[in-house]
């Protein structure tokens, strides 16, 4: 899961980069796509750092994160990403214990908010 708003934006954008059979990703194209993708959705100019990005990579091969079978490709000085399996995807990955009780916290929420405008309407 997450931990801000940034991080499901950068894991989103990097599993469709990993994906992508048609091009190498390495750390820095990894950056720019999320820092792309991050100022599209914040309308604000928006960076990423390498760290971050490697950070973000090691997270999704995590069994904390979505256990992700990434490729690290060696091309003379570079290092490309993609999946093991190019059909794998984070999005077809299970909710987390942890996710599922955050979205019953969010349910129970929602439904006491439904419950308070109904009764005051």
Known sequence: MAKNKGASVRYRV???CLR???RKYGAQELVEACARELTEVYSTPTSV??????LDLNYMESPE???ADIE???D?????????DPKFSIEKSPLTPEEMDEL???ILMLTIFHWHVYVTI
């Open 76 to 84: 003379g000085r570079n290092v490309y990403y993609r999946y093991e």
């Open 14 to 16: 990097i599993d469709r």
């Open 104 to 106: 019953k916290e969010t």
């Open 49 to 54: 750092s390498i760290r971050q990005i490697r």
């Open 20 to 22: 992508d059979t048609r």
């Open 72 to 74: 690290h490709i060696k």
């Open 65 to 67: 994160g979505f256990s």
